[in-house]
Structures are given as structure tokens and as C-alpha cells.
């Protein structure tokens, strides 16, 4: 992650180790060179992934884009009271053979906790472990963090399987392609498997819990831009990095519906690095005027409104994410914005499967969760039940019923 | 604009400090053009045409002072990494020290006003430590500095990571932030002073002062030729480990500039060190010590930050741009290097002039007037 961050960095060590090859390089379309290497990780929730419609969008996939543009709307079965465990009427996982009465030890091999989504994910994950611990259903939860490596959470998962003395598997993916294998592996011993997040190639797993995905989320952000902005209007898009599948769908969507409507976008890689975020956006206002901007992420959101601030500039109108940070700046401007949510109550989700899956309920074999976004009319009270909670928190994180709640989150204990 | 004032400035030193300073201002402007370390000036230049030129409003003074004062923080980055680089060592640790500072500014800080001073105090004491630590290990342990300060860059980024999970914490109290982000309203033309720019302009100064200054001609002298200047009666670990310090000093600074500039991320600063050591290189200034201008490795943090303007506003793709910009690095270094064959020869006809050399310390005079040229 952090060399796509520092473009210097990375220029000089490219440049003097590879010299000959970036000379090569030059020459070539630039759309090769940046998704070349990422061909392994296409796509996950998308198993017929393979026909890519246009040459430039090579992370469009107008099925996938299609299904998520009519789940937006779609009626989740189950309580809105408990979106952690509504989900789109779909087939169901027959679970009757892994009925069974006692505490189970379950085993989680989480790709990372590096970024405040997923510590805030984290954290909800464990309170929900601790009141299935209280209720007598998982004695334990082992967990390997693999720190953003693919190779690394491999040997997790290996790990579990030989010695790991398991009931179950959860499984968050590093990446989709590279952690296919091991989670067929998981499969074959025959416990529940529960993979989240992001996907895997392989539909083995009992379950497979996400929200809605990243072409909803670029659908929602684009057509709220569109609809606010005059055609011809400028956005500017802050990614956080490339080859990602759920980040590259969020803008592969909105990117097709910018150019749909003749929205002018420009995209920048930042690494979520605050200090790149404000020069980039600063440039572009000293190009000229920004009507919009569009993130892939909120992490660094305030660094962009405050570029337009140190500019002079009036604000944006801008799509966010449901971090507190960007809601609070949000309500503090007044400017015109959406906050998209990758649901963060998703991390409940999987030790919940598990409890239905030991009693024998059927759970959905792949099981979508909503993804609704906070509009400026929700906005207060998001900011109302998430009082004193840390910037980096995430408003959607499902957690108020959980035990610690609201210290252990305002706190950020990271266990 | 800058390309005005900043020419000026270059050749200033170089005026001041050239040997053979016989000839008109335009000559001895031209001389100190073709070294290496007057070479960035003429890059520095090109670039902002170039800016300029593919968006007209960035040459407005208020533009250009917001420009200068958003590079403050690679610049005095740039200028510290010199002090090591001349001493003929290599400071990877100031990234991490960058992201240290700025977590513990975020976590120490918070929103209690009152800790703005105590903070600031326990962060340069931090900085000078992390300065002392590589010094002394690179000096006295003889650990190759490339280690040392790899060491703390991996020591360093694992207490970020410790203390923040790896994501933002919430940012500091305002006040402290407009260190970095606000500055002196209503100045007539250029609308905003912006704080960063003041601290840039004192930190050059008192640079060009130090380098001036015996500390200055030793540091150099221990680039070029540590034996020889141990022999003469310099105490080399300490003058390279103050180098050391003044280095993470200047990363602190630039910590300080930069959670004000863009607020609290484990991610800020991460790749400094090579920006710096870049900047350094740019400006002429030789990996292995002993030669090269304190400005010039500002000026080269400035051709930098233009050149990523320019790909800006030119919406280079962003798949690709690092492969622009590091050709158009090496372009640079390979034209600067060129400017160094070019600058050598006219010095060597300078022999003649032995009583300015001990004045003769941070300039491009002395590859022919000093140790280890010949």
C-alpha cells in the first residue's frame, strides 16, 4: 500500500531498478501497465467475470453492474431493526448436518485491521464474539491477522486446518484469486466455512456475506453527483489505490455513469495519504473551478474540504463514506454530500451465521446485506447515536446492542 | 516568479562564496549556473515555465505563496537530509519520524489546547533523539548508516503502527494545526503569508548561516574526506551525529508543517525519505559527502513538487505517472550530472587562488579547490 502512496518513491526505485523495463513501458498503452499485474485478483463476486465489455474499463462487468443496480432496491427478508442479518431472498444452505449442541471454537482469518474501517469492524466482531460467548454458543474465536498478505494468510488458513483444532472457518479475504485454493481447502474438511467481504472464486464456502458491492456504491455516489451537478461540470476522484475489486468496482460504476451524462471526471490514486489528497485537489482548483468530488473511500475526506477552504473556493458537492470524521465536516460546512456505506455491520454477521449454522437453521449461500447510504436528512441522527465516538469510526457499525457498547468503541479497543 | 527570486538566491551564495569571483554579476551568475548545484536553479525555472504555461493562474502571487508554503515541508525535509548526505551518510529514518511525530501530535495533542507547548517540546526532544541514536550507532557502533537509520525508519513505523492500528487517529486542536495551515491575512499582493513559508525562509537562512559556519566546513570536510578531516583535529562522529540530529530535527519540523497541511494519518511522511534524498540529488548535492549546496536541495524539493503540479495539470493518467515521473528524474540528474562535467573544468584553472578556499565550503568551487577532487 504505501508504494502506491509516494510517487517519488516509487518513480526513483522504479526507475533505477528497472530502468530498461519502465523505459518499455513508456511506450505501451498506459492502461496495461496499471491493471496488468492485478489480472489475479478480478473480480470475485462475479464468477463469469471474464467478458470485459470495453478496453478501457477493464473492471467493468455490466452483469455484475446490473444485478447490483436492481439490489439497491431489492426487499431484504428479515428485521430493518437488525440489517446485520436481513438478506436477499436467494438459495439457501441446508445446515441440518452441522446441527450440534455445545460451545464451538471458531477460527478467523482476517486479511488485516489497517484501516479504520476494518478496526471498526474488528471491534464490533468482538463484542458480538463476547455475547455468543456469554449465550454458550463459541467457547472460542482464534485469529490469525495476515496483515495484508496474501501468502501470509494462506499459511493462516493452512494453520487452521492441520493444527488449528477447529468447528469453524471464517475467512476474510486478502484478496479474491490468490486465497481461492485455501479456502477450498478449508471447505474440504468438511466444517462450516464463512467467508466476508471480500469474495473468493470458489462458491464451497457455507456462506458468503457482503453488502451489496462496489457498483451500488458507484451508482449511488455518481447518480447523487449527477443529479446535483450541471453537465460539464468538473469532479475529481480520490481513489485510494488500484487493483483492489471492491474499490476499482466503486469506480468503474461511477466512472461509466460520468461519462454517461457528461460529467468531466479525472481520477488520482492517493493512498488515502491526507497531505496528497489536499495537493491534488488543490492543483486541480488552481486549474480551475471543481464542482464535485468523489471518493472511493472517506479516509482523508476532511484534507479535500479543507482544500477547497484554504482555496477560497466554494465547497463541493461530494460523496463521502459513513466515517464520522467525513460526517462531522460534512454537517459543519453544510455542503452538499451523500455518505455511501460499505456496510460495517457486516462484521457481526459471520459469528451469527455460525450460531445459526450449529442449530441447524438454513442460512443464505450467499448472503447480501444492505447497503443503503446516509443522506444529509439521516446525517443528524447518525451524528446524534454516534456522540462521542473517535473520528475513524464508522457511523453503520451495527454494534449499539452489543455489551461495551459505546466505550469499548469510543475507546478503540483493538483487541 | 519563483524562478525570479529563487535564481537570485542560488547565485547569491554563489557569488558570495566563488573563489574566482572576478567578472561581472552575469558572469559569475552563468559560472554558478553550470554547476551542479546551480544547475536545479535553471531546472527550477524550466519547471515553472512549464507550470505556467499549461495553467496561467498558478503564476498569481497568491497561488505561488500557497505553492511555496505546501512545500515547505519537503524542503526542509530536503535540507536536512543534506546535512547527512554531505556528511557522506544517508537518513532513511525521516519518513518515520515524520509519521511519529504526527501520530503522537494527534494522540498527545487532541483537543486539549494547552498541551500545544509541552508537545511541541516533547516532539523536537523525540526528533533530536531519534538524530542521536542514529548518529552515535553510525559513528560510534561503525553500523553503515544505510542500517542505522533503515533500523529506526522499521522501529519507528512499527510504534505508528502500535499506536494507531495503522488508521487515522482525529486530528489536534486548530491551533496547532494553523502552524502548518494558516498565516498572516490581508498581506498586500499576496493575499495570504501562510506560517509555512516564514518557517521555510527561517530554516534556509539559518542553514546557509550554519553551513558558513565552522560546524558548516567541518560537516564537509567529514563528507569528503573523514580520515583526513579526523586527522586535522575535527571530532567526525560528533559533527556527523549532529548531522544525524539536525536531520530528524528537520523532519519534526516538517511533521509539525505537515499535520497542520493535511492532518493526522499514519501514512503522512511515509516516502519522505526518498523525496528528500531525491531533492538532495537534484540539487547537485553528491551521494558519498563532501559537496553541494545547502539550497540547492530546497530548490531541488521544489523542482520536485513543480514536476508533480505539472503532471497534475496535465492529468497524466494516474496508472501511469509514476513512470513519467521517473524518467523525467532521471532526465534531470542525468542533465545535472552533465552540468557537473561542464562546472568541473572552469574550476580547476582556479587553482590559483588557495586564500578563498577555506571560504569556499558549500559551493560548486570546491571540487576543484578542496580534498579529494584531485
Known amino acids: 500500500m504505501r508504494r502506491q502512496i509516494h510517487r517519488a518513491p516509487i518513480a526513483v526505485a522504479t526507475a533505477l531498478l528497472l530502468g530498461v523495463f519502465a523505459t518499455a513501458c513508456s511506450t505501451e498503452d498506459p492502461t496495461d501497465g496499471g491493471t496488468g499485474s492485478d489480472e489475479t485478483t478480478e473480480s470475485s463476486e462475479s464468477p463469469d467475470a471474464s467478458e470485459s465489455p470495453t478496453e478501457e474499463v477493464e473492471w467493468f462487468d455490466q452483469a455484475v453492474y446490473d444485478e447490483q443496480f436492481d439490489q439497491r432496491s431489492a426487499t431484504f427478508e428479515g428485521d430493518s431493526e437488525t440489517p446485520y442479518l436481513q438478506y436477499i431472498d436467494g438459495e439457501m444452505t441446508d445446515t441440518s448436518e452441522f446441527k450440534s449442541d455445545g460451545a464451538k471454537k471458531a477460527c478467523f482469518a482476517n486479511a488485516s485491521i489497517s484501516n479504520p474501517w476494518r478496526q471498526t469492524g474488528w471491534i464490533t466482531m468482538n463484542q458480538q464474539l463476547k455475547a455468543l460467548q456469554d449465550d454458550g454458543v463459541i467457547s472460542e474465536m482464534e485469529t490469525r491477522d495476515a496483515g495484508d498478505d496474501d501468502n501470509t494468510q494462506i499459511a493462516d488458513i493452512d494453520y487452521f486446518i492441520s493444527e488449528g483444532n477447529c468447528d469453524a472457518f471464517i475467512i476474510s479475504p486478502n484478496s479474491t484469486a490468490a486465497m481461492t485454493d485455501a479456502v477450498e481447502r478449508a471447505c474440504e474438511t468438511g466444517k462450516p466455512v464463512v467467508v466476508f467481504d471480500r469474495g473468493v472464486q470458489t462458491d464451497c464456502a457455507t456462506s458468503f456475506i457482503h453488502p451489496i458491492g462496489g457498483f451500488a456504491w458507484g451508482i449511488d455516489t455518481a447518480e447523487f453527483l449527477i443529479d446535483n451537478l450541471e453537465e460539464g461540470d468538473k469532479v475529481v476522484a480520490l481513489r485510494i489505490l488500484p487493483g483492489v475489486d471492491v474499490l476499482e468496482q466503486r469506480w468503474a460504476g461511477a466512472e461509466k455513469l460520468f461519462e454517461e451524462n457528461g460529467i468531466e471526471a479525472v481520477d488520482y490514486f492517493t493512498g488515502a495519504d491526507p497531505t496528497e489528497i489536499k495537493k491534488i485537489v488543490t492543483d486541480e482548483l488552481a486549474k480551475g473551478d471543481v464542482q464535485g468530488i468523489w471518493m472511493d473511500a472517506g479516509d482523508g475526506a476532511v484534507a479535500a474540504i479543507e482544500a477547497f477552504e484554504d482555496a477560497g473556493a466554494d465547497y463541493p458537492v461530494m460523496t463521502g463514506e459513513d466515517e464520522m470524521t467525513f460526517l462531522r465536516k460534512w454537517e459543519e460546512t453544510g455542503l452538499t454530500g451523500l455518505a455511501p456505506v460499505y456496510s460495517n455491520f457486516q462484521w457481526r454477521t459471520p459469528l451469527l451465521a455460525l450460531e445459526k449454522i450449529f442449530a441447524g437453521e438454513e442460512v443464505p449461500k450467499e448472503w447480501v446485506l444492505p447497503q443503503t447510504p446516509i443522506t444529509e436528512d439521516e446525517r443528524a441522527d447518525f451524528l446524534e447515536a454516534n456522540d462521542g465516538m473517535p473520528d475513524g469510526h464508522y457511523a453503520k457499525f451495527g454494534g449499539e446492542d452489543l455489551p461495551g457498547y459505546p466505550e469499548v468503541w469510543q475507546e478503540r479497543q483493538i483487541p | ?374
Request: hydrophobic share 50%; aromatic share 8%.
Open chain 2, 1 to 374: 516568479m519563483s524562478a525570479a527570486t529563487s535564481t537570485p538566491s542560488g547565485s547569491a551564495t554563489a557569488g558570495r562564496t566563488l573563489p574566482l569571483s572576478e567578472g561581472s554579476l552575469l558572469q559569475r551568475l552563468l559560472r554558478g549556473a553550470i554547476t551542479p548545484g546551480g544547475a536545479v536553479f535553471i531546472l527550477l525555472a524550466v519547471l515553472f515555465v512549464a507550470v505556467v504555461w499549461v495553467n496561467p493562474s498558478f503564476g498569481e502571487p497568491p497561488q505561488l505563496i500557497r505553492f511555496i508554503g505546501r512545500t515547505a515541508p519537503i524542503a526542509i525535509a530536503a535540507m536536512g537530509q543534506y546535512y547527512v548526505i554531505v556528511s557522506g551518510e544517508f537518513d532513511l529514518s525521516m519518513g518515520a519520524v515524520i509519521a511519529t511525530q504526527v501520530v503522537i501530535a494527534g494522540n498527545y495533542i487532541g483537543q486539549d489546547e494547552s498541551r500545544v507547548l509541552p508537545a511541541l517540546a516533547l516532539m523536537l526532544l523525540i526528533g533530536a533523539a531519534v538524530g542521536v541514536v542514529n548518529g552515535l550507532a553510525t559513528t560510534l557502533l561503525r553500523v553503515p548508516s544505510f542500517i542505522v537509520t533503515l533500523g529506526t525508519m522499521l522501529a519507528l513505523g512499527g510504534l505508528v503502527r502500535y499506536l494507531t492500528g495503522g488508521a487515522a487517529t482525529g486530528n489536534p486542536v486548530d491551533s496547532f494545526r494553523q502552524i502548518g495551515r494558516g498565516g498572516i491575512e490581508d498581506v498586500p499582493v499576496l493575499d495570504v503569508l501562510p506560517y509555512p513559508v516564514i518557517i521555510l525562509a527561517v530554516v534556509a537562512v539559518a542553514s546557509v548561516l550554519l553551513m558558513r559556519s565552522p560546524f558548516g566546513r567541518t560537516l564537509i570536510a567529514a563528507g569528503d574526506n573523514p580520515d583526513a578531516a579526523g586527522l586535522a583535529g575535527a571530532h567526525v562522529w560528533w559533527v556527523k551525529t549532529r548531522a544525524f540530529m539536525l536531520s530528524s530535527l528537520s523532519a519534526t519540523v516538517a511533521g509539525i508543517l505537515l499535520v497542520g497541511y493535511a492532518g493526522v494519518h499514519p501514512s503522512v511522511g511515509s516516502g519522505y525519505e526518498f523525496q528528500a534524498i531525491t531533492a538532495v540529488v537534484l540539487g547537485g548535492v553528491v551521494l558519498g559527502g563532501g559537496r553541494g549546496w545547502v539550497l540547492s536541495a530546497a530548490a531541488g524539493a521544489f523542482a520536485l513538487e513543480l514536476l508533480f503540479s505539472f503532471l497534475n495539470f496535465q492529468e497524466v493518467e494516474s496508472t501511469w505517472r509514476p513512470t513519467v515521473q521517473g524518467l523525467i528524474i532521471i532526465l534531470a540528474v542525468a542533465a545535472g550530472a552533465r552540468a557537473w562535467s561542464y562546472g568541473r573544468r572552469p574550476s580547476r584553472t582556479a587553482e590559483s587562488a588557495p586564500p578563498a578556499a577555506p571560504a569556499a565550503s558549500p559551493t560548486p568551487a570546491r571540487p576543484g579547490t578542496e580534498t579529494g577532487e584531485n
